[in-house]
C-alpha cells in the first residue's frame, strides 16, 4: 500500500503541492488528474525519491521516503512524461543498459527481456534503432524501461501525450493488462483514458486534492443538481403549468417549432421528478418524443473542481 500523509513540498515561498493526504490500495490503478501546473509532476516525483518533501511523509508498504530511498526506488518503474530514450541505440541495447544500471545479472535478463518484449510488444522491433520506432512503439519501449526490473509499483506520466487514436487504444490495452498484477498510478490529461483504465481518482488544483473516489462517487458527489431534457408536443401558452405544478423544479425553454418544444429541466438531486412530469404531461394529453436525464461527466466534474487554477 502507497500513503501519503500531509505531504508538503515549497519551491521558495512557492508551495506547489498542499498538505495532501491519500492511499494507493494494493494491485489498484490510480488515475492522478490536475490541470497543468496542479503539482500532479511534484508529487510523482516524491513518491519514486526524485524529490524529497518539504514537509509530511510518503509510506510504501514498511518503508518511507527519507529513511529508505533505495528500497523505494527498487519497487517503483516510471515513465515520465517525456520519454527518456537513448534514440541511437537499439531497443534491445536499450533494454540491456537499462538492466545493467538495476543490476540485473546477465542470467535474469535473458529471461526478464523475454518477458517485457512480449508483455510490451516488441517482439518485431527488438533489434531496430529506437530513432526509426514510432511514437507508439517508442512509448512501449519508454513502459518496457519501467518494467524490467519487475516492480511492484509502476507509475506512468502521460503515457499517451502524441499518440493517434489507435496508439492510444494498444497503450491502453497494455496498462489494463499490467494492472493485472501491479500497483499503477497514471497521471493524464485524457479523461475518457482515465475513466476506461483506472479503479479509482484523485483530482489536485494548486497542490491541494479537490475531489477523489470512483467515476461514480465523485459524479454523486460532486452533482447537485438533475438536468432533464424534454422534447414534447404541447401548445406554448400552457408550459408554464409545468412549473404551477412542481414549484420545486426550473424549467426553460429552449427551443419552440409550431408545438414541437423542447424544455430543460433542472431540481435537486436528491429527488427524481420523472415520474411526477411525465404523469403530468399525460394528464395533459401532450406528447413526449424525448425525455432524457443529462448526467455529469468526468469531464464536467473536473472543470467544476479545477476552474480558476494556478502555475505550480
Not at 486534492?209 to 452533482?223: F, Y
Not at 424534454?230 to 412549473?243: F, G, M, S
Not at 403530468?280 to 466534474?301: G, V, Y
Request: charged content about 25%.
Amino acid at each position: 500500500m502507497i500513503e501519503l500523509q500531509n505531504l508538503i513540498k515549497d519551491y521558495g515561498s512557492l508551495r506547489a503541492v498542499d498538505t495532501i493526504n491519500f492511499k494507493i490500495n494494493e494491485g489498484e490503478i490510480l488515475g492522478f488528474l490536475g490541470p497543468n501546473g496542479a503539482g500532479k509532476s511534484t508529487t510523482l516525483k516524491m513518491i519514486t525519491c526524485y524529490l524529497t518533501p518539504t514537509d509530511g511523509n510518503i509510506q510504501i508498504d514498511n518503508y518511507n521516503v527519507y529513511e529508505h530511498s533505495k528500497e523505494i526506488r527498487n519497487m517503483i518503474g516510471y515513465l515520465p512524461e517525456h520519454n527518456p530514450l537513448y534514440l541511437e541505440m537499439t531497443v534491445y541495447d536499450y533494454l540491456k543498459f537499462v538492466a545493467e544500471v538495476r543490476q540485473i545479472s546477465e542470467n535474469d535478463f535473458n529471461k526478464t527481456l523475454r518477458d517485457t518484449i512480449k508483455k510490451c510488444g516488441l517482439t518485431e522491433v527488438i533489434s531496430r534503432p529506437i530513432k526509426n520506432l514510432s511514437k507508439g512503439y517508442r512509448q512501449r519501449v519508454g513502459i518496457a524501461q519501467a518494467i524490467i526490473h519487475n516492480p511492484k509499483i509502476l507509475i506512468l506520466d502521460e503515457p499517451t501525450t502524441g499518440l493517434d487514436p489507435n496508439q492510444i487504444a494498444e497503450i491502453r490495452e497494455l496498462i489494463k493488462e499490467l494492472g493485472k498484477e501491479k500497483t499503477l498510478i497514471i497521471s493524464s490529461h485524457i479523461l475518457q483514458e482515465v475513466q476506461a483504465v483506472c479503479d479509482r481518482i484523485v483530482i489536485i488544483n494548486n497542490g491541494k486534492i479537490v475531489g477523489q473516489g470512483t467515476t461514480e462517487e465523485l459524479k454523486m458527489s460532486n452533482q447537485r443538481i438533475a438536468k432533464l431534457n424534454l422534447e414534447l408536443i404541447a401548445p406554448e401558452t400552457e408550459l408554464y403549468t409545468i412549473k404551477e405544478y412542481l414549484p420545486q423544479i426550473d424549467v426553460k425553454t429552449i427551443k419552440v417549432n409550431g408545438e414541437n418544444v423542447k424544455l430543460e429541466i433542472n431540481y435537486p438531486q436528491d429527488k427524481d421528478y420523472r415520474k411526477d412530469i411525465f404523469n403530468f404531461i399525460k394528464q395533459k394529453d401532450w406528447t413526449i418524443l424525448e425525455m432524457q436525464l443529462h448526467t455529469s461527466t468526468l469531464e464536467d466534474i473536473f472543470r467544476n473542481l479545477t476552474s480558476g487554477g494556478k502555475n505550480e
